[in-house]
């Protein structure tokens, strides 16, 4: 074990050998396939005649020989049943590239599908017309991965180092697919933080999920976490996950298996339209999906599933917008939770977005509310900016469970760990220019359990991330006057311009339509013409006007036309008297038309007034907006649809609020100090520069 790094510089600096021909980040497509086939190659030496024996005996005989050839692979579910091994490939370097195809084809279909995941064959292509083919495979002639000398447990540990190297040293898209180790440390920490005994234990069978696992770092570290640091026995922790990128998935493959893991659990596609895993459920879920990716290519099948099967599938709760499919991840693994007294527990890393985006009845907003008015959200976690590979944002750890102990019931936890970290020494990859020290990933887990308000810590209760918004209108105050100008204007009311149309076909009665229309434009003209030249901000008397000149004409004026009639003669004026609604009241005015979010309750430790802790709509409207706005009222028609009450219901989490820290402003001395200082500087060095 204390070697798989020298094993590990040894293989990384055979990439040298593609230098030119390959640019740096495609190394990973040709060594990482090499490193899986070297070590299947020597891996299979004690089977291999016996596998080649069986495969001439039956070839031809049964349509499916994997049954035959996994029997005499020892029940393995890996074999090559060609006449070549690395040796043998070597021996006949003029016809390299043709045996190696056929060693490739050779392998069992679990190996088939990693290679084909790689898309090796067109690599293999490749470095033969770069004359490289040879020279690699010889050069891996020297790397020795057999099992009897490299274990599973080392021989993991050697292509995960490979993993990381290449990710972080190659990769742009590295943080689609990586997540920092010292991040999932955390994440396992703080899923075992509640409970633990329920999840683990001598008797316990542990099975991680992964829907979005890349290659498999968050599998890999989660099940490290569970067996290491939690003393879960290895053999009974089992990884899942599913995969949509080829080579990513390829690579997860390929780690399971040499670590003697059952590959079979690694599905392949994308884990809305097709779940590899469905109808299962998993007690312990990890992931870190990838921020920002929009799902428009597979919005027809999640739609149809959130609108035929509502709750009954996965997508009950809502959809968030269309360029974001954070929460679809979230609300995936929530339906693959237990249902039992145990639960399940699920860790997921995300960007901001998912804590505040959308108003209040937006998809992401009904999922906030739906997650947390059934007290699944327990706590999340603000992580250091610069933590990962290809993004310097700050991201979050959402802690979700459908069981939370007694002390958590109706409370959520919120702690800011943003200034938990150190700097990456002696220098920074990519985006990650901080880690989180082990030191501080205790304290972040201290502070979790201990569940006390602190400046790192909040503790709130359910409702306090909770608002109704409600609809305020003002009336619609307009004046009127019929000047020359303003009957100009009806030329620019589309059901105006839309008299002399028509829908029929036949030429004679568009042409009928098109007469008729004109004069029916040129007397309504005619008749506006006819109105009092004053003006007036009495809506009764001047409709009383419009409807006395409309009477007169020998046609009749749709209710349509006669709206954009008065909107051609009317201009907006506070000084009007409110134009009266059809049903009572008064018609409401959309340009002046706002919002208020009425929080659902009031916090002590966010607010500063002393207020009772359940808000009323109507008393908080009468408080905040009715002294400064007389004549506005509640619109009691915008509705929440799922109580039926005014306003619709929203949730929002404003991590930035809950721990803002004020900080005075310095003393005007102070700044007239401080700039004399910055401008003495300043002509100090204009006078060093001339």
Same mark, same amino acid.
């Given at each position: ?473 003002? &009336? =619609?105050?307009? +004046?009127?006057? /019929?000047?020359? #100008? $303003? ?7 589309? %059901? ?35 109105l009092p030249n004053q003006m007036s901000k009495d809506p009764a008397e001047y409709q009383a006007w419009l409807d006395a ?62 207020? &009772? =802790?359940?808000? +009323?709509?109507? /008393?908080?409207? #009468? $408080? ?7 004549? %506005? ?58």
């Amino acid at each position: 074990m204390n070697n798989f790094r020298q094993k590990a510089d040894l293989i990384w600096n055979l990439a040298n050998i593609l230098r030119h021909d390959y640019k740096p980040h495609e190394y990973a497509d040709v060594i990482l396939p090499l490193v899986v086939l070297r070590r299947l190659d020597q891996a299979m030496e004690p089977t291999r005649k016996a596998v080649r024996q069986a495969y001439e005996t039956y070839k031809g005989k049964l349509e499916n020989l994997d049954s035959v050839l996994t029997a005499k692979a020892g029940g393995s579910l890996i074999y090559n049943y060609s006449e070549f091994d690395w040796q043998k490939l070597l021996d006949a370097p003029g016809d390299l590239q043709q045996n190696f195809i056929t060693y490739l084809n050779g392998f069992s279909p679990e190996v088939l599908d990693i290679i084909e995941k790689f898309d090796f064959r067109r690599q293999v292509a490749r470095l033969q017309s770069a004359n490289l083919l040879y020279p690699l495979l010889k050069e891996f002639e020297q790397v020795d991965l057999h099992p009897d000398r490299v274990d599973n447990i080392e021989m993991g540990y050697i292509f995960e180092e490979l993993i990381r190297r290449f990710s972080e040293q190659y990769n742009e898209t590295a943080g689609e697919h990586f997540t920092p180790r010292e991040v999932i440390e955390l994440m396992v920490d703080l899923l075992l933080s509640e409970n633990p005994e329920a999840f683990l234990g001598p008797d316990k069978i542990v099975e991680i999920y992964d829907p979005a696992c890349g290659t498999g770092g968050m599998l890999s570290e989660g099940k490290k976490g569970v067996t290491r640091n939690h003393g879960q026995d290895p053999s009974k922790v089992f990884l899942f996950g599913q995969e949509i990128n080829p080579t990513s998935y390829a690579v997860a493959k390929a780690d399971l298996l040499l670590k003697g893991e059952d590959p079979r659990r690694l599905a392949f596609g994308n884990s809305f339209t097709e779940d590899g895993h469905k109808g299962k459920r998993f007690r312990l879920m990890l992931s870190n999906p990838p921020f920002g990716v929009e799902w428009k290519k597979y919005e027809y099948i999640i739609k149809n599933e959130h609108e035929t099967l509502g709750h009954e599938g996965r997508f009950g709760a809502g959809l968030p917008r269309i360029t974001d499919g954070s929460f679809l991840f979230l609300q995936h693994m929530l339906a693959k939770r237990f249902g039992d007294e145990v639960g399940s527990r699920i860790a997921i890393i995300f960007n901001g977005s998912p804590l505040f985006t959308g108003d209040a009845g937006s998809g992401e907003s009904e999922i906030r509310r739906w997650i947390i008015e059934n007290d699944w959200l327990e706590g999340i976690v603000a992580l250091p900016e610069q933590l990962f590979y290809n993004t310097g944002i700050a991201t979050y750890i959402w802690i979700v469970t459908n069981r939370k102990s007694a002390r958590r019931k109706g409370k959520v936890q919120l702690i800011n760990a943003a200034d938990f970290w150190e700097p990456m020494t002696p220098r920074s990859l990519g985006n990650k220019r901080r880690f989180i020290a082990s030191h501080h990933r205790e304290r972040i887990v201290e502070l979790y359990k201990a569940m006390e308000e602190n400046e790192h810590c909040r503790i709130f209760d359910n409702a306090d991330f909770g608002y109704r918004r409600v609809r305020i209108e003002r &009336p =619609l105050r307009l +004046n009127f006057h /019929a000047t020359p #100008e $303003r009957i100009e204007r009806l030329w620019e009311q589309k %059901a105006f311009q839309n008299l002399p149309k028509t829908r029929k076909k036949d030429p004679e009665a568009i042409e009928t339509a098109r007469r008729e229309g004109e004069r029916q434009q040129q007397a309504i003209l005619k008749a506006m013409r006819t109105l009092p030249n004053q003006m007036s901000k009495d809506p009764a008397e001047y409709q009383a006007w419009l409807d006395a000149a409309l009477k007169k004409l020998d046609f009749k004026v749709s209710a349509t036309l006669r709206k954009a009639i008065l909107n051609a003669l009317t201009e907006r004026d506070e000084t009007a008297q409110p134009v009266p609604g059809k049903k009572g009241g008064y018609e409401p005015d959309t340009d002046l038309r706002d919002y208020e979010n009425v929080p659902l309750q009031y916090a002590p430790s966010i607010y500063d007034e002393d207020v &009772p =802790l359940k808000e +009323n709509v109507v /008393a908080y409207f #009468e $408080r905040e907006v009715k002294p400064y706005v007389p004549d %506005a009222w509640i619109d009691e028609n915008f509705r929440d649809e799922q109580d039926g009450q005014v306003g619709k219901v929203g949730y929002e989490i404003n991590f930035n609020r809950y721990f803002y820290k004020y900080t005075p402003p310095p003393h005007p001395e102070e700044l007239a100090r401080q700039i004399a200082e910055k401008e003495r500087q300043i002509a100090q060095l204009l006078e060093e520069w001339l």
